[in-house]
């Protein structure tokens, strides 16, 4: 039972493409994040929602977008995808009485 | 703006060697502090964190951190170091109402024979 999981693991697409990674939470949890690890391997969080609400927004092009349907997911949709864009994102989850984030196995983008 | 530092991008320990991983905050106010691991390929695990409780923190696999106000510290250690703890360690402190993460840069474990 894999409490926070990602799709797809690997995506290798080329510039200018439009793609979407999706998270999925079985945590019960109402508060979901994206992260990007680049390629030095430094975190950075890009969004939150909380309750399928924005609460977080990083300094983010508007190329990239999160949609919560409902409090278990969180999907990232990415437009005109560029080179520097090639990383590894990471959907975390938490519930609201903790100060925990469990994070899910993570999305290896490659841009050509 | 709260800000992790790692000190020390790569540490290298012989098997059965102390293992010192340092961070350092920067807060007026002592905020939360968690040390990940990533291992080849993985996602995230906590090892253990720190929520003004007890300045000493055990974690899983053998670690343990100490908050240190004084110092702004939050180093972790392991007394006696073993090939499977060869991993990416992250520093990370709570900023804000959200519980947004600030990650260290990272260190990197390797442990030889």
């Known amino acids: 039972d894999t409490a926070v999981s990602q799709t797809p693991k690997y995506l290798v697409t080329q510039m200018g493409n439009d793609k979407s990674i999706k998270c999925e939470q079985n945590?019960?949890?109402?508060?979901m994040y994206w992260y990007k690890q680049d390629s030095k391997k430094f975190l950075k969080i890009m969004f939150s929602?909380?309750?399928?609400?924005?609460?977080i927004n990083e300094t983010v092009p508007n190329r990239f977008s999160p949609k919560s349907p409902d409090k278990a997911h969180l999907n990232l949709h990415i437009n005109s995808l560029e080179l520097g864009d090639s990383a590894v994102y990471f959907c975390?989850?938490?519930?609201?009485?903790?100060?925990?984030?469990?994070f899910g196995p993570g999305t290896r983008l490659t841009v050509l | 703006a709260q800000s992790v530092t790692q000190l020390g991008s790569h540490v290298s320990v012989s098997e059965g060697a102390l293992v010192l991983l340092r961070c350092n905050y920067s807060?007026?106010?002592?905020?939360?502090l968690f040390w990940y691991v990533q291992y080849p390929n993985q996602g995230l695990q906590l090892l253990l964190k720190?929520?003004?409780?007890?300045?000493l923190v055990k974690g899983i696999n053998g670690f343990e951190a100490e908050f240190k106000k004084s110092e702004t510290s939050f180093h972790l250690t392991k007394p006696s170091a073993h090939m499977s703890d060869a991993a990416e360690y992250f520093c990370?402190?709570?900023?804000?109402?959200?519980?947004?993460?600030?990650f260290g840069a990272g260190t990197r474990l390797a442990v030889h024979p």
């Open positions: 990370a402190a709570f900023s804000g109402g959200y519980n947004k993460l600030i």
């Open positions: 975390a989850s938490r519930s609201g009485g903790s100060d925990e984030q469990f």
């Open positions: 720190y929520t003004s409780a007890a300045t």
């Open positions: 807060s007026s106010v002592p905020p939360y």
């Open positions: 929602y909380n309750n399928k609400e924005l609460i």
């Open positions: 945590l019960g949890h109402d508060t």
